[in-house]
């Protein structure tokens, strides 16, 4: 009898501590509010920001607003007294400058368009090679060396592509046996749809210097290897170039689509002029830091991330609202991680401080394709191996038409990836506090969309560190000028932000860091 009234009480001072636990918890989730989230994503997606596009003004007056707003919190600067983590990037230029056939000047948008290239060329051609659908059978053995190429931009009827990947690159990712015959210029024939890529175009990477016996990185001194430039041409285009054989563009493709043909050379003035520049740029993540209370566990640390960065402006003279404000993608999620920080601080002004340390990552350059998360990743200011689980936030502010009108719901993708401890965890805290309907789509490795791949948690995860991914899904605005502050459903950020609050404040709190126990069954390359 007395071991079980023993059991009995300390079962019921178990039950006491934990619901005081809970109070504690609750008490400063309370400090994330509609009011202040509202200012702060009011401010963070304003004009003013210019789309915080990487590398841009805009982007860097919103690292200096939120390092501002960090310090005003309380936290400190993690990188040797600096609130911010220089980025070293490389951004090339690619500039299409003219295009003209047999004396006739191209427009671009309407004869022609371009995603974009690499290299320097001023081409003039007297011939030109048609190559039908560019098979191995047609392309078979002629000399394609240097040579302007002309290829049927579409796939070839009844002949499907490979494989679902394939047919989302299209026609243009599937030239391998012309490419492999180092062409000069290829001149893919296709409807031109006014808007496809741009005359210029920009793309940013890490800038990083070859190491003997290493592969270049992207962005690497080291130059490409040469590989011909694709250039979209109307078949009006196509028959401007056929124009001196007397055949048409439309009888070729026709007995192309019938039996397999053979390469045929065609006299034709075909002149482009194209250059590529490259220079350095700089970014900077923003790193705000709070000490851990535990001396046994203040080495240890959790991330808070969010990408600050954005896609910046439409091109001048475009008319209409040219800014893309980004209050979605990924200003619900800067302000969330805001919000994070103002709750344990006021939990720390309290006595109630964390025990583990918590790092406020602002991640930049994620839309250039997880530029500063990759580049923290390999140069942490706190070391990886004591990262216990990063908890990215990327799009939290609206419902996508799947859920249109379904109850409050996440998507949470990546939290059970590497780590069972982290996945109970996360469902624990929302059965306990905020009992969203969690979806779970996205955490599907043969997810078509690939999102576990598309934000910066994927960079914790493939150095074996846990994660988990907030998001609100893809809507009708996302990526578009339409992405406003006014559309922000902010109670509903406020309750998606409270529940990553509660999931980081058990990780800060127990006593045992979630376990690495399970074998990542994601595809292992993006």
């Known amino acids: 009898m007395k071991k079980s009234m023993l059991s009995g009480v300390a079962l019921l001072a178990a039950l006491g501590a934990c619901a005081q636990k809970n109070a504690t918890a609750v008490k400063y989730a309370q400090v994330i509010s509609v009011e202040d989230a509202k200012k702060q994503l009011t401010i963070i997606a304003s004009d003013a920001m210019e789309g915080r596009e990487t590398g841009k003004p805009g982007a860097d007056r919103a690292a200096a607003y939120l390092a501002g707003e960090y310090k005003k919190i309380g936290l400190l600067p993690a990188n040797k007294g600096s609130y911010f983590l220089d980025i070293p990037l490389t951004t090339t230029t690619f500039n299409f400058k003219s295009f003209a056939v047999n004396g006739s000047t191209l427009t671009y948008g309407t004869d022609y368009s371009i995603a974009g290239g690499n290299g320097t060329q001023n081409i003039k051609g007297t011939e030109v090679v048609f190559v039908g659908y560019g098979s191995e059978a047609e392309v078979g053995s002629a000399d394609l060396t240097g040579k302007i190429v002309m290829v049927i931009g579409e796939p070839k009827p009844g002949t499907p592509a490979a494989d679902p990947a394939q047919q989302r690159r299209g026609a243009m990712g599937m030239m391998g046996a012309v490419r492999s015959k180092n062409p000069l210029l290829i001149l893919s024939v296709n409807n031109v749809r006014p808007g496809m890529g741009g005359k210029t175009a920009e793309r940013m990477s890490l800038k990083r210097d070859a ?187 609206r419902r996508d038409p799947a859920h249109k009108d379904s109850p409050d719901y996440c998507y949470l993708i990546g939290s059970d990836k590497l780590s069972t401890t982290l996945h109970k965890v996360s469902e624990s805290t929302n059965s306990t506090y905020t009992n969203l309907a969690i979806d779970y789509k996205y955490n599907d490795p043969n997810d078509p969309e690939r999102i576990y791949y598309r934000s910066d948690h994927y960079n914790f995860a493939k150095h074996n560190v846990p994660i988990i991914f907030y998001f609100d899904g893809v809507h009708e605005d996302y990526h578009r000028v339409s992405d406003e502050v006014s559309k922000i459903d902010f109670p509903l950020l406020v309750k998606r932000t409270q529940l990553v609050f509660y999931t980081g404040w058990d990780l800060a709190n127990r006593d045992a860091r979630p376990a690495v126990d399970v074998a990542n069954n994601m595809p292992a390359t993006r």
Do not use: C, W
Not at 257 to 269: C, E, G, L, S, W
Not at 279 to 302: N, Q
Not at 329 to 348: H, P, Q, V
């Open 211 to 397: 190491q003997p016996g290493q592969r270049p990185g992207e962005g690497s001194i080291v130059p490409a290897t040469p590989r011909a430039l694709s250039v979209t041409i109307s078949p009006a285009v196509a028959n401007q170039i056929l124009k001196a054989s007397g055949k048409t563009y439309e009888a070729l493709k026709a007995a192309a689509a019938q039996a397999t043909v053979a390469a045929q050379t065609v006299k034709a003035d075909v002149a482009a002029d194209y250059e590529t520049s490259v220079k350095d740029a700089k970014a900077v993540d923003i790193v705000a830091y709070m000490p851990g209370s535990d001396p046994k566990l203040k080495d240890e640390v959790l991330v808070f991330s969010a990408h600050y960065d954005h896609i910046g402006m439409l091109p001048e003279g475009t008319p209409g609202d040219r800014i893309n404000n980004g209050a979605d993608d990924d200003g619900s999620g800067t302000t969330g991680i805001l919000e994070i920080a103002r709750a344990f601080s006021a939990a720390k002004k309290a006595g109630k401080g964390p025990r583990r340390t918590l790092l406020f990552l602002g991640n930049v350059g994620e839309e250039k394709g997880l530029l500063g998360s990759e580049y923290y990743s390999e140069h942490p200011v706190f070391p990886m191996a004591n990262t216990i689980a990063d908890l990215n936030i990327d799009m939290i502010g």
